[in-house]
């Protein structure tokens, strides 16, 4: 069993679902879903944040920033990254 360690969530205007909603169909971030539980492992989590800190500048919400830093939170602890959907 997995201790929670941190939980946050998106931005009243919802950048963060809206930014993966956008992602291409081959990436991690497309795969969030706004409806449904969606977790990254370790692997997933080293490509996600490479996805992330590539998108431009004006894309790195404080939310998108946010996701980034715990997703290095979660590899350092061996961890997994959880998305709760509606």
Known sequence: MQEVVE????????????????????S????????????????????????LEELPEEEKTPVVRRVI????QAVRRSGYLLFIGD
Not at 7 to 26: H, I, K, N, Q, T
Not at 28 to 44: A, C, E, I, K
């Open 7 to 26: 939980e946050f969530g998106d931005d009243v205007e919802g950048s963060f679902l809206a930014m993966c909603a956008r992602a291409p169909r081959d």
């Open 28 to 51: 991690l971030r497309h795969g969030v879903s706004p409806y449904d539980l969606t977790m990254f492992n370790t692997p997933q989590l080293e490509r996600l944040v490479v996805e």
């Open 69 to 72: 830093e715990e997703a290095h």
